[in-house]
């Protein structure tokens, strides 16, 4: 029941337990994997473990006014509120909240942060206690499958049998779709957002130049830096530089910025950061430092190089979404090269070859992958109204 | 949603509201080139249809979803294959066809993926047509062509007679003809004749393989 199906590779072995180092953020935690431990596809056992959670709204009495906010890369489940360890607003806090899009005055969200995240839920900083130091390295490889396995059980665990619906943009859109190929009589609607039901061997190629700048950052050591309280900030900084470039645009790039010069009349002749674009993407690159952590960073840019829904399938997509009873809806962005239109439609191909309900839109903007996080009416309106219609369709009281 | 259902009874053309009496109520239903989703809406409110739409333009998708229904931004030309065979027990077509390319294919591909095809086009045998071109010298204008030449989507231009030798041609079978003429008026035909390819201004054709 607690394990995932999915068949691994080798090694089972003992079950990995999971101590957890951050323990006094705000929102729910839950023990999950102490009585049976969970599968992962790596083969390897993890239990007991330790999820964090945030929810927001209340669960109506049938139980069936839930949503599951699936974060990206480096999002957590502070959707709607202040983060508690940076202050700023929440990723999605113009989305969710009362009277909004997401209507938390109608339905209950729920975010959890993902396997292998620093924000409360197992990862690699937390401890081993087989050795009493932290993982680091040693903690298992997870996927998008796990990630999803584990909400899972976090959903069943708050009574819910159907959620009304999950969505994501980014990472947030994988998770989504794996929930609605896995489990999908447990999904009344899915929304993935600039997303893609395989990672791109371009996006593989921008992960990988990450991972790299973190681990030639000396205070790497290999991924065993905690002891020191002397993490390997400059590595992770640059490999968060070259992902936020691929998160924008050409043109929001030059309409934003251009070739302006940072507080100076003329360039230096140096290397200082002249242009406001360097200035911008090593503030960029020092805040995340300090809400993140370097091996959560490895570990979760992996999950999304491996995630390929087809690779069960023979490389064949539709079967993934056999028989589906979910209601779709894909949401691209014009700008966005990451997670481009045509992996969207590629999804939206397979799931009329099975004749799944499905409604796609792109969305015009400049804005680039990040548009899914920005203000941008159309999107909002058009999730609105998916969200509207499908709530009818599941004579969910709504009382907007 | 009842003021958007008011408005849209308000707009919805003659010929789909001949197309939706014609859909049977709790059906599966592809509307291929669905616009705004004005008839789509009535079928899935009214006839309790599971509807889905294909539409080309992005402001006609993003109206549909906006409205909650399940429409995808397609070509009717190269994204009806995707679908599985019999998937829909109805696929519409209506006012789309004379914009088509390749429309022995695409009559193909709706009656793979559906039990019947419903179109719906407006007819260039119709005499206001004929008399515009034979005394005026214009080529077509009217209620049901109400583009100049240089703007229309339309690049087929057939008449009734030419459609029913098409089905001929095609082996396909005809179960039910609506004409519309000039007054808006709806006649059920068994056949097209001389009269009738000339006193229709638009006609609905479902059509199944044989």
């Known amino acids: 029941m607690t394990t995932n199906s999915h068949d691994g590779v080798g090694h089972t072995g003992e079950s990995i337990a999971v101590e957890p ?28 473990f330790t999820v964090s ?16 906010v699936c974060h990206a890369l480096t999002g957590d489940q502070y959707v709607a509120e202040s983060h508690p360890v940076t202050g700023r607003p929440g990723w999605w806090e113009r989305l969710v909240g009362p009277g909004l899009t997401i209507n938390t005055d109608d339905y209950f969200v729920i975010c959890v942060n993902v396997l292998a995240g620093c924000m409360g839920s197992a990862g690699p900083k937390d401890i081993d206690p087989r050795t009493g130091k932290q993982f680091g390295l040693n903690f298992p490889l997870i996927t998008i499958t796990d990630m999803v396995a584990a ?93 936020h470039i691929t998160y924008l645009s050409d043109s929001a790039l030059h309409t934003k910025f251009g070739r302006n010069l940072q507080d100076r009349q003329a360039i230096t002749f140096g290397f200082d950061a002249d242009f406001q674009i360097e200035s911008y993407l090593r503030h960029q690159g020092r805040s995340f430092v300090e809400r993140f952590d370097a091996n959560s960073y490895l570990y979760i840019t992996r999950a999304m190089d491996y995630f390929d829904l ?50 796609f839109v792109e969305i015009e903007t400049e804005s680039g992958h990040d548009a899914f996080l920005l203000e941008e009416p159309e999107f909002f309106r ?5 969200l509207r219609g499908a709530a009818d369709q599941r004579k969910l009281a709504s009382a907007s | 949603m009842t003021p958007t259902e008011t408005n849209n009874a308000a707009r919805i053309r003659i010929d789909q509201q001949l197309i939706a009496e014609m859909i049977t109520p709790g059906s599966r239903v592809l509307d291929v080139g669905c616009g705004d989703g004005i008839l789509l809406d ?22 549909c979803v906006s409205r909650g229904l399940a429409v995808v931004q397609g070509d009717a030309q190269t994204d009806l294959h995707n679908y599985p065979d019999n998937a829909f027990d109805y696929v519409i077509l209506s006012q ?42 214009r080529s077509p204008n009217s209620e049901s062509l109400p583009y ?45 004749g001389h009269w009738s390819n000339l006193l229709t201004e638009q006609a609905v054709f479902v059509i199944t393989r044989k």
């Open chain 1, 151 to 243: 909400q899972r059980l976090v959903v069943e665990h708050l009574g819910i049998t159907q959620l009304f619906a999950v969505i994501g943009g980014s990472m947030g859109a994988m998770q989504t779709l794996e929930w609605a190929s896995r489990y999908p009589e447990m999904v009344y609607c899915a929304i993935p957002i600039a997303g893609a039901a395989r990672h791109s061997a371009q996006n593989i190629a921008f992960h990988e130049v990450g991972r790299q700048a973190i681990m030639a950052d000396p205070k790497w050591a290999g991924g065993d830096y905690y002891d020191d309280n002397d993490a390997p900030e400059r590595g992770l900084a640059v490999a968060r530089m070259a992902a």
């Open chain 2, 96 to 137: 789309t066809l004379p914009a088509i390319f390749d429309v022995k294919g695409v009559l193909g591909e709706m009656l793979r993926i559906g039990r019947c095809a419903v179109v719906s086009f407006p007819n260039f045998g119709y005499w206001r047509i004929r008399s515009g071109l034979a005394f005026r010298g």
């Open chain 1, 310 to 359: 087809a690779a069960e399938y023979n490389d064949n997509l539709p079967p993934a979404f056999e028989d589906s009873p979910v209601r779709f809806c894909l949401i691209s962005f014009t700008s966005d090269w990451l997670f481009p239109t045509s992996e969207s439609r590629r999804i939206v191909h397979a799931l009329n070859a099975v004749a799944a309900s499905v409604s």
């Open chain 1, 21 to 48: 180092t951050v323990t006094d953020l705000p929102g729910h935690r839950l023990v999950l994997g102490a009585d049976v431990p969970m599968r992962l596809v790596s083969g390897q056992l993890l239990g007991p």
């Open chain 1, 382 to 386: 058009i999730l609105s109204g998916f």
């Open chain 2, 148 to 192: 100049t030449w240089y703007e229309s989507p339309n690049i087929r231009f057939f008449t009734l007679t030419d459609f029913t030798d098409l089905l001929a041609e095609l082996g396909l079978k005809t179960e039910r003809i609506v004409t519309i003429d000039g007054h808006g008026k709806a006649n059920t035909r068994g056949r097209i």
């Open chain 2, 42 to 63: 009535l079928l899935v409110h009214d006839r309790q249809v599971d509807g889905r739409g294909i539409e080309l333009s992005q402001e006609g998708v993003n109206g």
């Open chain 1, 53 to 68: 959670y945030q929810t927001y709204g209340v669960l109506n009495a049938d139980k069936s006014n839930a949503i599951l």
